[in-house]
């Protein structure tokens, strides 16, 4: 595989939260019992991040951050999580809708050809020498694509694969993206 060729894109640990500095690598959906467990979607690739007596800063001024207290999940496989303090129903039915953040500086170290999303965003995408738009955004799932606004204001999809991106240049913003007919038309 090329240098600088996508390799993957991690399942996130996304940027959102309410400061460059801070990551979402959860939120809770929902509810769980009456003893207070919460049924948390991951964002995050890292199992560590939801353990007994790991420190998770919130969204939530009301409560800036949440301490786990147990981990396990549901008969349908969901991760639930307790949380010190949060002893009752009520008390959890409160933090529905909450971001679960880490400090971008407790991300995970990427091996060669991976790159977080939000170091994709606002790259200037070029083909076959000319800068045809930007990445506008970068839709997570089974098959990574990149939304890229065109200079003339339309919007395409390309799949993040090397096949079809085979340079992302961090250090010069930008990456490249074969001219393929039916994919791109740069001019």
Known sequence: MPEGSPD?????????GSSPDLMIVGRVASVHGLNGACVVVSESDDPSRFQPKVRLL???????????????????????????????????????????????????TLTEGEYWPDELYDLEVW????????????????????????SGGSEIQVPFVAQLVPTVDLDRGMVEVVSLEGLINPR
Request: proline share 5%.
């Open 58 to 108: 919130t969204d939530r001024k009301e409560l800036p951050w949440l301490v786990v207290s147990a981990v396990g999940e549901n008969s349908k496989g969901a991760l639930l999580l307790q949380f010190a303090g949060v002893t009752d129903r009520g008390r959890a039915e409160a933090l529905i809708g909450a971001q679960l953040l880490v400090q971008r500086s407790e991300r995970r």
């Open 8 to 16: 993957s894109v991690p399942p996130a640990d996304s940027s959102d």
């Open 127 to 150: 083909v076959e020498g000319s800068e045809i738009g930007r990445v506008s955004d970068v839709i997570m799932g089974p098959q990574v694509r990149l939304v890229v606004e065109l």
